[in-house]
Every structure is written in C-alpha cells, then in structure tokens.
C-alpha cells in the first residue's frame, strides 16, 4: 500500500474543498492546539510542499533554504487555491524521480516515496488543525489515511481507523489505550527497508514550532 503522486494531488484537491468555504471567515484564531494561527497553519502548509519538491528535485544532503510560499499580502482565498498546485509540483517531482533519489530532511534522507507522504501528512494534519480552529466539518477518508500512516508511522496501531491512528501518531490526539504522543513524535521518511523496528521520536526541536 505505496503513497502514490495521484494520492498527494487527491489530498491537495480534498484539503482545498474542505477549507474553501470558510475563506472568509477569522484566520487569526488558533489553529487547534497549534501555537500558530490558522493564516500562519495554511501558509506553512504550503511552503512544506515547496521545501519537499526543492529537496528531492536537488538530492540535497543538507538543509536548502526553503522558498517562499506566499506573499504576505495574499488572499486566503488565493492561498487556500495554492494547496492544490504546491501538492502537484511535489508529486509530479516524485513521480519523475529515479527509485534511488533522496533528499535531506531533518528526520533523515527521504526517499520519493518519503515525501510524498510527508507531503500528505502535512496537509491532512494542518488541514485538521485549521478546521477545528474554524469549527469546519473535516474527515479525509481512511484510505489515503492508511496509506500515510503505513509509510510514516509503521509503528502504529493496524487494527484501529486510519484517520484517528494517524491524529494520535501525529500528536494530535489519544486513541483509546494508547496516550497522546509527546512532542517529540517523529517520522520513518527513509526508505521502509531501513526502518529499525523501533517508534521514531525528533532528536532536535521541531522546524518550525509546533508543527
């Protein structure tokens, strides 16, 4: 169950029906629990496809400073019409990339497939935060759920739903028995065949905050 270009362009397109509808509404409120407002959330959400794209297009081995995603005057409307084409830039990247490209991230060296879902993970996750800052109805479906949880999280519950597993792996929340992750809740970006069997947790402070 691979995290495929097509699913990162679906969860672009997902993510920008589901925030649309409340373009106009107060994006200063707080992002969930996220220290960050949901303008600050969205625009994150989109300079993290751009860091990706540029990463993997470059097989970078170090941090490359990331492009901006927006101008400070933008619209929310024009930045939420942004998710969907800064998803398709990192999957048609991935999509042209050789089986052996990869590049730097600060939990390790991502391989095509990596980002992708990394890039996944972000939308789906700070898409949550933003609705529940703006009180939005939002609930990806389970299979492309599944699929980021499977690549990034491979230590995490297989017999519980894909979509509140991957809200506790990714700190967000419980689920049922098992407490919310600590802060230093990680990703497996490397290719699946160098995971260690072991539950990754972030070394060096999160870049930027309360991602």
Not at 110 to 122: I, P
Not at 194 to 208: F, H, N
Request: net charge negative; aromatic share 6%; proline share 9%.
């Amino acid at each position: 169950m691979s995290v495929e270009a097509d699913d990162l362009i679906a969860v672009g397109r997902l993510c920008t029906v589901a925030l649309r509808p409340a373009a106009d509404g107060d994006w200063t409120v707080k992002a969930g629990d996220l220290d960050w407002d949901c303008r600050q959330t969205l625009e994150h959400m989109l300079s993290a496809q751009m860091f990706y794209a540029a990463n993997l297009a470059m097989r970078s081995t170090s941090r490359l400073r990331g492009p901006r995603s927006a101008e400070p005057g933008a619209s929310i409307a024009d930045l939420i019409a942004l998710i969907e084409p800064c998803a398709t830039i990192v999957a048609r990247v991935a999509a042209e990339a050789p089986a052996a490209a990869r590049g730097f991230h600060p939990q390790g060296l991502a391989d095509a497939e990596g980002f992708l879902g990394m890039a996944c993970n972000e939308l789906l996750i700070h898409a949550h935060d933003v609705a529940r800052g703006l009180k939005l109805d939002y609930r990806p479906p389970a299979e492309l759920a599944d699929k980021v949880l499977r690549r990034l999280y491979p230590w995490a519950p297989k017999d519980t739903d894909p979509w509140p597993t991957l809200l506790w792996a990714a700190g967000r929340a419980s689920l049922g028995g098992w407490p919310r992750q600590e802060p230093d809740w990680a990703v497996h970006c490397a290719p699946l065949s160098e995971w260690d069997g072991q539950i990754r947790k972030r070394t060096l402070p999160p870049l930027p905050p309360n991602r």
